[in-house]
């Protein structure tokens, strides 16, 4: 992330806080509305990224397109982000999506830690039964496929999602902004897991973890990565062995399959 969109990001978070608290769900699904909006127009992202135009101006623009049409708190939202300079005009987009995320958020914390909680593992169960059948994950990723029609597939795989997760797994199956659907949930969930100040470590075994295996697990990589750490694991059998753990970049694999695509990398070289 570039220095002067991290800034704004920050300066949003300050500014923005008691909005994205009292905002309601519909305020989430408005600022998603005009997301696809910006990532439809290069023309409007242009002129609201323009350095050479006053915050003021581009705040206007949006006045001008979205303030008959949206709440007052997501038109409030649209400025300010519209008002902060950035680094790239995808990152003006971005902005959104994670504000968005932000408010969604903010109304399961209404339920306290509980509700953070639910909704982080609704998504990461989500992600798991997507990742678990190869058939599924072509629906979802079928260009010719309607929205309408990846959305109910969705909540046949996710039938105990609560309102805040049902919209966010419908928002990834329907436009996953040039991701595959279980990553964005997966980066979704990762905004979650970090309002709660940890981070997700995905985890990739040949075979189910019972439940002491998993806590001894949990406990050595909260060692070795310094944080408190909420565990998602994902049974792969073509890993054969071994484990395969992911924490934001970080990666260590020591997975049967990952040592022997290198040893005959090193015979074919």
């Known amino acids: 992330m570039a220095a002067v969109t991290g800034e704004s990001l920050a300066t949003l978070q300050e500014q923005l806080s008691e909005t994205l608290a009292a905002s309601e769900l519909p305020v989430a699904d408005e600022l998603f509305g005009a997301l696809d909006v910006l990532d439809s127009s290069a023309g409007l992202r242009r002129s609201l990224t323009d350095p050479a135009r006053e915050a003021q101006e581009r705040a206007g623009v949006v006045r001008g397109l979205f303030g008959a049409k949206a709440r007052p708190a997501t038109v409030t939202v649209l400025e300010a982000i519209a008002s902060q300079r950035w680094s790239r005009e995808r990152d003006l987009g971005d902005a959104v999506e994670r504000l968005a995320v932000a408010v969604v958020a903010a109304q399961a914390e209404k339920d306290g830690l509980r509700g953070l909680e639910s909704l982080e593992s609704e998504l990461l169960a989500f992600r798991r039964a997507v990742l678990s059948s190869h058939e599924v994950q072509r629906a979802l990723t079928d260009s010719q496929a ?60 040949a075979k189910e973890l019972d439940a002491a295996h998993r806590q001894r697990l949990s406990a050595s990589l909260d060692r070795y990565f310094g944080r408190e750490l909420r565990l998602d694991v994902v049974v792969d059998p073509s890993v054969v062995g071994g484990i395969r753990v992911q924490v934001g970049d970080e990666v260590v694999d020591s997975t049967v399959a990952t040592r022997l695509n290198e040893l005959h990398r090193r015979l074919a070289g």
């Open 146 to 205: 309607p929205a309408e029609s990846k959305q109910k597939l969705a909540a046949r795989l996710s039938p105990e999602a609560g309102a805040e997760a049902r919209l966010l797994i419908d928002r990834a199956v329907s436009t996953p902004r040039g991701l595959r659907p279980e990553a964005l949930v997966e980066r979704f969930a990762e905004r979650i897991a970090a309002r709660q100040q940890r981070w997700i470590a995905q985890v990739t075994v």
